[in-house]
């Protein structure tokens, strides 16, 4: 609780869920990831103004954070409090996983938490105790993102030795899961960066409609 929060207004929800059938409606919503049904806990951390907006009305303060900056101010401080949880459930011995699903159905999720006006979901964790310990993943490497004083554009020679390792890694890995190996075969698709924007991971044309949806759902909500 004690993460960093624009002005301290701690625009931010989180809500639980632990009832099994509720689950089961959020698995079917977050495209029917399967740890949602074997971990005991969801939760869905939220952009939430409303609370805010109430208390300023109840004391005669002008209104306001009913607009997209409102929403980008709410959304950062919910992803900043999402990782500290993270870390506090993580320190106790509990395992996460974030559902970036969470973007893709943000409509059907506000619906079903009966999320009100300016309160959208931004991001959601499964937690349990973890039934296995995976190696740790790598990152790129640290001389990528860091650039000294300006932007340095990185030429060819140094995208290739960036993604050298990922490459790689990243193939193998995928590959090494049935069926992603077959729909990758089916799909003609030969290497990682080809799969990342396939129709399997990001296809391009899903995220377009979903961006228009979103902006669509923000509306609904009052953020713009
Ligand atoms: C915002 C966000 C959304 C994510 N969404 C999903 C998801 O929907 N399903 C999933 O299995 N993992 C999801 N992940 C987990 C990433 O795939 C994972 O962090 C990454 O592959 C690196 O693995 P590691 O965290 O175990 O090192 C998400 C991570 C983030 C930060």
Redesign the pocket.
């Known amino acids: 609780m004690g993460a960093s929060s624009s002005g301290n207004l701690n625009s931010v929800t989180m809500v639980l869920t632990r009832d099994e059938d509720r689950k089961r409606v959020l698995w079917e919503t977050?495209g029917e990831?399967d740890?949602i049904l074997q971990a005991p806990l969801l939760v869905t951390f939220c952009a939430d103004w409303w609370r805010t907006r109430e208390w300023l009305r109840l004391r005669d303060a002008k209104d306001n954070f009913n607009n997209f900056l409102g929403f980008e101010v709410a959304s950062y401080d919910a992803m900043i409090l999402a990782q500290n949880v993270c870390l506090g459930f993580q320190n106790h011995g509990l395992g996460i996983?974030?559902?970036?699903?969470t973007l893709f159905a943000m409509k059907e999720i506000s619906e079903f938490l009966e999320l009100p006006e300016t309160c959208a979901p931004i991001?959601t964790i499964v937690v349990g105790y973890p039934a296995e310990d995976?190696a740790?993943?790598d990152r790129l490497p640290l001389k990528a993102f860091v650039h000294d004083e300006r932007y340095r554009l990185p030429d060819v020679d140094e995208i290739e030795e960036t993604y050298k390792v990922r490459e790689v890694k990243g193939w193998e890995r995928y590959m090494s899961m049935p069926g992603l190996r077959e729909m990758a075969a089916e799909h003609g698709i030969t290497t990682l960066a080809q799969f990342y924007t396939s129709e399997i991971k990001y296809d391009p044309k899903f995220f377009e409609e979903v961006s228009k949806e979103t902006f669509e759902f923000l509306k609904s909500k009052k953020f713009l």
Do not use: V
């Open positions: 977050h990831q740890m996983c974030y559902m970036g699903t991001t995976p740790k993943r």
